[in-house]
């Protein structure tokens, strides 16, 4: 079970959009609509940020999207903030309940 | 609300065993699965396992069968993962995660587990 595929790094001015893509195949990320994305600053514990491909829970602000497209699931954050800095990573069912993540993501607002 | 608290962190040598509990509160314990991610220093997340927590049923990932084992205790509203044969390789932060279809909310504070002779 190979980890999802992962830019290692994106970087954005305040303000702008950054998407962060996330690979996998047909047994993964493909297969099924069960993507979610978190975040995790240094030395903390991962957040959710986005369920089910494109599904945004309550507190987290509608900057935060979701999509998907064949086997390539993507995270969208538009009007950056300093505060969106930190490392990303998405997340998805694998079938035979297994789950696996992605490699992770360091975002760097410049 | 919602919360899980991990047990402290632990130092073990290579070849030992280490147990980290992950204690739930604020819902009933057996709604919902338990999962197990750990994050080795720099390195990315790695999911472990899970446990159906209402009939102790368990899934490990292919890399942990063998070593992983995660077990429930009901009446504490607990739930602990045991990992076997430790290498320096398993020094990482251990976290347990709520389950809710296919997502993980809330996560526990982790847990640092150092194998070192």
């Known amino acids: 079970q190979s980890a999802l595929t992962q830019p290692r790094s994106v970087s954005g001015s305040p303000g702008q959009s950054v998407t962060i893509s996330c690979t996998g195949t047909s047994s993964d990320v493909g297969g099924y609509n069960y993507v979610s994305w978190y975040q995790q600053h240094p030395g903390k514990a991962p957040r959710r940020m986005i369920y089910d491909v494109n599904k945004r829970p309550s507190g987290v602000p509608d900057r935060f999207s979701g999509s998907k497209s064949g086997n390539t699931a993507s995270l969208t954050i538009s009007g950056l903030q300093a505060e969106d800095e930190a490392d990303y990573y998405c997340?998805?069912?694998?079938?035979?309940?297994?789950?696996?993540f992605g490699g992770g993501t360091k975002l760097i607002v410049l | 609300q919602v919360q899980l608290v991990q047990s402290g962190a632990e130092v073990k040598k290579p070849g030992a065993s280490a147990k980290v509990s992950c204690k739930a509160s604020g819902y009933s314990f057996t709604t919902y699965a338990i999962h197990w991610v750990r994050q080795a220093p720099g390195q990315r997340l790695e999911w472990m396992g899970w446990?159906?927590?209402?009939?102790?049923?368990?899934k490990s990932s292919q890399k942990f069968q063998g070593r992983v084992t995660i077990t429930r205790d009901t009446s504490a509203s607990t739930v602990n993962m045991e990992l076997s044969s430790l290498r320096s390789e398993d020094t990482a932060v251990y976290y347990c995660?709520?389950?809710?279809?296919?997502?993980?909310?809330?996560w526990g504070q982790g847990t640092l587990v150092t194998v070192s002779s």
């Open positions: 446990i159906n927590v209402g009939s102790g049923n368990t």
């Open positions: 995660a709520i389950e809710i279809t296919n997502w993980f909310d809330p």
């Open positions: 997340c998805s069912y694998a079938g035979s309940y297994t789950w696996v």
